[in-house]
T-cell receptor
């Protein structure tokens, strides 16, 4: 199994600013993903973080708003840009192995 | 995109009672996973079911996969407060290895 460390665990940010969330995996994983989740609700996939190339975004999410980096197989970042209160949510990174997905503990973001 | 319908949305029960959570789709699942998420944490994999009619047990949790692989259930016997959490079913999307689609989630609260 893999252990994923995600930071920060929570933050309160001013609207118009940007926040970068970091995700570190303790072993190499093939795929890494970023999800968004409202408390108590399901996960919505933002994008697939591709190692060494541009991320693949799901419908409704764009690179200018959520730039993603993945410089190697064990690290990825998600930036939430030009934040508004609607971006308040929990952001989770995930890495997949052969049979299961592993998740970071999430970043609870509040935009004021 | 395969739609996963999960029910009920919310369950509040007393310690010692039993509960069942359902996950259904109009399409056939290649496999199905159940995750549990506790507050402030990412989802953790409980089980993967692959074969139609499969039954898996994890202590007091029993997972069933329908014969036609279109539905699954999670049954908890003699629930304990430690079973409190958000239960999510998920299936792998066929167009991208490792990418998961989640059901809406069932929030389970077990009170002493």
């Amino acid at each position: 199994s893999a252990v994923i460390s995600q930071k920060p665990s929570r933050d309160i940010c001013q609207r118009g600013t940007s926040l970068t969330i970091q995700c570190q995996v303790d072993s190499q994983v093939t795929m890494m993903f970023w999800y968004r989740q409202q408390p108590g609700q399901s996960l919505t996939l933002i994008a697939t973080a591709n190692q060494g190339s541009e991320a693949t975004y799901e419908s409704g999410f764009v690179i200018d708003k959520f730039p993603i980096s993945r410089p190697n197989l064990t690290f990825s970042t998600l930036t939430v840009s030009n934040m508004s209160p609607e971006d308040s949510s929990i952001y989770l990174c995930s890495g997949t192995g052969n049979t299961e997905a592993f998740f970071g503990q999430g970043t609870r973001l509040t935009v004021v | 995109t395969q739609l996963l319908e999960q029910s009920p949305q919310f369950l509040s029960i007393q310690e010692g009672e039993n509960l069942t959570v359902y996950c259904n789709s109009s399409s056939v699942f290649s496999s199905l996973q159940w995750y549990r998420q506790e507050p402030g944490e990412g989802p953790v994999l409980l089980v993967t079911v692959v074969t139609g009619g499969e039954v898996k047990k994890l202590k007091r949790l029993t997972f069933q996969f329908g014969d036609a692989r279109k539905d699954s259930s999670l049954h908890i016997t003699a629930a304990q407060p430690g079973d409190t959490g958000l239960y999510l079913c998920a299936s792998r999307l066929t167009d991208s290895w490792g990418k998961l689609q989640f059901g809406a989630g069932t929030q389970v609260v077990v009170t002493p």
